[in-house]
């Protein structure tokens, strides 16, 4: 099945830092989303791109499937952006594949 | 998007007991699916549910452990059977919407065996 791997695995920001993590994955996909999982354990849905860029107020995400990376940014971090933020894609059939996650921090 | 209620949010259970964790979709569905988080990691896939067939389980995932029910198109449930304290985990259901707005999860029932 797909691979999914994200970097940094950790990451420390001061608030109002910017920031970019980065999500590869090891074959063509069909679908490519970007998770926020708050301190409660609850996912929140980011952003569906399984190619191109999509902008939602701070955050913005850029899928390049040709060359199997995505990337999420985050501008003017906040204390509530903390939290884990997870990569998942889906190649063939109907398994969505998490990657490791980036466990972030925003400090004041 | 299609919206999930899913409960219960958390639980603590004693060790040899079953719970059973509900999902009902606001919408009709033909997958389901279930998710496991152990602490500190990223989501796992159990199964996927269809209804009106049985289960497809991942490897390392067995039916005796974690049966599934699916009784129509919006409604599931996972139970987790004669559970051990390695069973403590975040349990997620996730629905593929229709469209390209990708997959919804249910908010996670948070589950601690003692």
């Known amino acids: 099945g797909i691979q999914v791997e994200q970097s940094p695995p950790d990451l420390i920001l001061q608030e109002g830092a910017n920031s970019t993590l980065r999500c590869n994955f090891s074959d063509s996909v069909n679908n490519l989303q970007w998770f926020h999982q708050n301190p409660w354990g609850q996912l929140i849905n980011l952003f569906y791109?399984?190619?191109g860029t999509k902008q939602n107020g701070r955050l913005s995400a850029t899928t390049v499937a040709t060359e199997r990376y995505s990337l999420l940014y985050i501008s003017s971090s906040q204390t509530t952006d903390s939290g884990v933020y997870f990569c998942a894609a889906r190649g063939g059939g109907n398994k969505l594949t998490f990657g490791t996650g980036t466990q972030l921090k925003v400090e004041l | 998007s299609a919206v999930i209620s899913q409960k219960p949010s958390r639980d603590i259970c004693q060790r040899g007991t079953s719970l059973t964790i509900q999902c009902q979709v606001d919408s009709q569905v033909t997958m389901m699916f279930w998710y496991r988080q152990q602490p500190g990691q990223s989501l796992t896939l159990i199964a996927t549910?269809?209804?009106?067939?049985?289960?497809?389980?991942e490897s390392g995932f067995v039916i005796d452990k974690f049966p599934i029910s699916r009784p129509n198109l919006t409604f599931s449930t996972l139970t987790v059977s004669n559970m051990s304290p390695e069973d403590s985990s975040i349990y997620l259901c996730?629905?593929?919407?229709?469209?390209?707005?990708?997959?919804?999860f249910g908010s996670g029932t948070r589950l601690t065996v003692v």
């Open positions: 549910a269809n209804q009106g067939s049985e289960a497809t389980y």
């Open positions: 996730s629905v593929n919407n229709r469209g390209s707005a990708g997959y919804t």
């Open positions: 791109i399984p190619s």
